[in-house]
């Protein structure tokens, strides 16, 4: 038997491609697959959910957390919904 657990949603960091801000994706996982959704438009992708994209999830907060330093704007992205665009 199979139990199926809940996960919750991540939050993470990038630039969406269709409003192209800076912003909060939410990562919804649902089995072997995930919802990635932009919270500031609504854009959404649909990603294959395993240790590969969570470790590349995991890559890209850190590639961030290192620009904080030219580009403080990026410490702002804390609530669903912020955005910034980057110059």
């Known amino acids: ?17 269709a409003c192209n801000y800076y912003t909060l ?20 992708v649909t990603l294959a959910w395993d240790d590969g994209i969570k470790a590349a999830i995991k890559n890209t907060e850190r590639m961030l957390k290192d620009l904080e330093e030219i580009y403080p704007e990026l410490k702002a992205l804390k609530a669903p919904g912020d955005h910034i665009r980057l110059e």
Do not use: F, S
């Open 1 to 17: 038997m199979r139990v199926k657990r809940e996960t919750k949603p991540i939050l993470h960091r990038q630039k969406c491609a």
């Open 25 to 44: 994706y939410q990562a919804l996982p649902a089995g072997d697959q995930a919802t990635d959704t932009c919270t500031h438009c609504g854009h959404q």
